[in-house]
C-alpha cells in the first residue's frame, strides 16, 4: 500500500525480477541491478512486476525504522506456513 516513512529514507536494490515503484506520484520499473530510492516523507509504494516473482536488498537509513517494526510484528505461531486463504477485512 503507498505509505510514507516520516524519519527514514527506504533504498531497494533490485536482486532478481521487476518490480514496479511509485514514489512521490513518479512511477519507474526497475529491474535487476537498479537501486531506487524513497525519500523520507515521499509516498511511496511497489508491486512485483516478473511473473517468478523478485527479490530485493531493502534497508533503511535514518531515524529508527527497526523500532516500528518490531512494534507492528509478532513471533509466529508454528514453525510453518498457515494455509492459503483469502484475505480477511482485518
Given at each position: 500500500?503507498?505509505?510514507?516513512?516520516?524519519?527514514?529514507?527506504e533504498v531497494f536494490h533490485i536482486l532478481?525480477?521487476?518490480i514496479r515503484f511509485l514514489v512521490d506520484g513518479r512511477e519507474r520499473i526497475a529491474g535487476?541491478?537498479?537501486t531506487v530510492l524513497a525519500p523520507k516523507g515521499l509516498p511511496?509504494?511497489?508491486?512485483v512486476e516478473s511473473p517468478n516473482g523478485a527479490r530485493t536488498l531493502t534497508f533503511t537509513r535514518g531515524s529508527d525504522f527497526e523500532t516500528m517494526v518490531r512494534k507492528a510484528s509478532r513471533p509466529a505461531e508454528r514453525p510453518d506456513?498457515?494455509?492459503?486463504a483469502a484475505p480477511t477485512p482485518q
Amino acid at each position: 500500500p503507498l505509505h510514507v516513512h516520516r524519519n527514514e529514507d527506504e533504498v531497494f536494490h533490485i536482486l532478481e525480477g521487476r518490480i514496479r515503484f511509485l514514489v512521490d506520484g513518479r512511477e519507474r520499473i526497475a529491474g535487476a541491478g537498479e537501486t531506487v530510492l524513497a525519500p523520507k516523507g515521499l509516498p511511496h509504494t511497489y508491486r512485483v512486476e516478473s511473473p517468478n516473482g523478485a527479490r530485493t536488498l531493502t534497508f533503511t537509513r535514518g531515524s529508527d525504522f527497526e523500532t516500528m517494526v518490531r512494534k507492528a510484528s509478532r513471533p509466529a505461531e508454528r514453525p510453518d506456513l498457515p494455509p492459503l486463504a483469502a484475505p480477511t477485512p482485518q
